[in-house]
Every structure is written in structure tokens, then in C-alpha cells.
């Protein structure tokens, strides 16, 4: 073998021995970088609203996408995920893995207050507007306060029992508003009963709130009555609805799921319903919330993945 072709073969093999080496470093960069997103918490914002509709404070919280404080140009879309009959703004983080699940997304989501009002305007208490501090406030603080997609494809709804019925309802009521409106386990009949299956269901905080059974709110707020009087026109501009319940949960619960989903079927409504094992529990919420995040993902606009924000700096953080 001559010096020259020696050589040669020498350089052949450092060239063959620094490509394996580049890319046992690439695997291992790469290994290290999916650790460390699978790792890290999103941040996590309380904000303290003031209502003036509701003329009381009605905190929420925000989580906020891994990539939020350093993609400081990214508009991100936002699911708004509402509360239970009983519960608070604070239960989804405190109650579930809804923090973690959220971080595999580049989702803004809020949890809002609601207290018992049914995401509803009270037919007979004037400062009880929980359908109308929704719209008319919390979204356009949210705007104000966050980088959002400020369109109807950048945002969505969703919630469990009472917030499963108000998800529902915004999404038939204000269809321009979310292109995506989800419930689990909803309540869904509940302006349906009479006095008396109101009482014995032990919610009666919505006698106050939909009045008499043949009130102009009760009507209004009726998911079965808004769905059998939607005209055929108006139907290509509804959202896309997903909603499930457990085949263990209650008769006040499961049967008007079912019902819906028949109806809505009828309808030729765009519509997915799932009937899973499971009651009227966390461990089913905890559950299905990670569907839920997953299809909002499908249905909303999400920002371009792996926008390459590493060399551009923050923005002041929303206070």
C-alpha cells in the first residue's frame, strides 16, 4: 500500500469515526432535550377578576404552554374549561393531572369561576349574569391579559356536569364564538325538570335561576329545546361538540346524554358522543379531560410546531 492511499484510508476512517460520533451526540442532545419537556410544568397564573356584571370577584387560572415565556411573538388558542355544581375555578388543577396533560399542548387553558350559577343569566336574581360574564368579560380579559388567538378557530369550551351543560349551551347559543364545545359527564337536562325532580336532585339553586317550568329563561336555556329549534341553515355554523358519560353515572346524568346525542344525530349535528365505564367522579374526569385536550388540539388552530423562538426574547410577563 503506497503513503498517498495510506493516508487515505486514515482520513476515510477519522471522517466515518466523527459522523458516529456526531450522531451518537446528536441522539443524545435529542434524548436529553424530550426528557426535559416531558419534565417540565407549564406555568401556572391565578388572576383576580373583578366582575362588574356580577359585582364580585371570580378569580381564574391560567396555565400556560411550555413555550409561552419564550416564544414571545406566538398567539396561542385558548380552552376554556369550566367547573362543576359545588366546585370552583381552582378544582380542575387541584383535583386532576390537568397540568401535565395541558403540557403536551401549545394551549392556553383557563379555569374560570362560576359558582352555582349554571353558566347562566338568572331569570330572578339582576347581578347572577353567569353566561353573560363569560362572554362579555372573561374572554376579553383573557385577550387583553394573554398572547390568544383572538378568532373563533382559537378557542374552544369544555366542562364536567354543571360546566359540561354550560360548555353545551355556549357552544349552541354562541356558535361564532367557539368553533369547539365539549362536556363531560354534563348535566345536561337540568332545565328540563319540574319543582319537584328539582328538589329531589338536590339542585335546587336552579329554581332561582330558570325560574318557573314555562319561563322565557328556562326556554331559553333549555339544550334540547335550542337543539329542536335550530333551523337546518344554521347548522354548518355550529362547533364541533364532543361529550361523553359513564354508563355508571346517575338518572339524572347518563339518560339525557344519551338523549342528546339521538337528538343531535336527528339533526345531522357534527357531533362525537362516547358512553365509557365510569360514574360521577374525579378518577372519570381525570380521565377523559386528556380526550378532551387531545380533540380540542384536532379542532382548534394551533401555532406551527417547533418554531425555533430559542433566540428571541420574552415579553414582559401578563400581571
Not at 493516508?7 to 477519522?14: G, M, N, P
Request: with cysteine.
Amino acid at each position: 500500500m503506497t503513503l498517498r492511499l495510506l493516508w487515505r484510508t486514515l482520513l476515510k476512517k477519522q471522517d466515518q469515526n466523527n459522523t458516529l460520533l456526531r450522531r451518537f451526540l446528536f441522539a443524545v442532545s435529542l434524548s436529553f432535550a424530550l426528557f426535559l419537556t416531558a419534565s417540565a410544568k407549564p406555568r401556572v397564573e391565578t388572576v383576580q377578576f373583578q366582575s362588574k356584571l356580577v359585582k364580585a370577584t371570580l378569580p381564574y387560572k391560567v396555565i400556560l404552554p411550555l413555550d409561552y415565556d419564550t416564544s414571545s411573538t406566538t398567539r396561542y388558542p385558548v380552552l376554556y374549561l369550566l367547573h362543576g355544581l359545588t366546585g370552583h375555578y381552582s378544582d380542575w388543577i387541584s383535583r386532576t393531572n390537568v397540568e401535565d396533560y395541558a403540557a403536551q399542548y401549545r394551549i392556553i387553558v383557563v379555569t374560570p369561576e362560576g359558582n352555582d350559577g349554571w353558566y347562566t343569566d338568572s331569570a330572578m336574581v339582576a347581578t347572577d349574569k353567569y353566561e353573560t360574564y363569560i362572554l362579555k368579560e372573561l374572554i376579553p380579559d383573557v385577550q387583553q391579559r394573554y398572547r390568544t388567538i383572538e378568532a373563533r378557530y382559537g378557542r374552544g369550551i369544555a366542562g364536567l356536569s354543571m360546566g359540561g351543560y354550560g360548555s353545551l349551551k355556549f357552544g349552541l347559543k354562541s356558535p361564532s364564538t367557539f368553533v369547539f364545545a365539549a362536556s363531560m359527564s354534563g348535566a345536561l337536562g337540568v332545565a328540563r325538570f319540574t319543582e319537584k325532580e328539582t328538589l329531589a336532585s338536590g339542585w335546587a339553586t336552579s329554581l332561582q335561576l330558570f325560574g318557573p317550568v314555562d319561563s322565557d329563561t328556562r326556554k331559553a336555556n333549555d339544550l334540547f329545546q335550542l337543539v329542536t329549534q335550530l333551523p337546518a341553515a344554521r347548522i354548518a355554523s355550529l362547533p364541533f361538540f364532543y361529550f361523553d358519560c359513564g354508563t355508571e353515572d346517575s338518572g339524572l346524568i347518563f339518560p339525557y346524554n344519551r338523549e342528546l346525542a339521538g337528538l343531535m344525530l336527528e339533526k345531522k349535528i357534527p357531533h362525537e358522543y362516547r358512553e365509557l365505564p365510569g360514574d360521577h367522579s374525579w378518577a372519570y374526569w381525570d380521565k377523559q379531560v386528556q380526550e378532551v385536550l387531545k380533540i380540542a388540539a384536532q379542532k382548534m388552530r394551533l401555532p406551527q410546531p417547533f418554531a425555533d423562538s430559542r433566540n428571541l426574547k420574552s415579553e414582559p410577563r401578563a400581571n
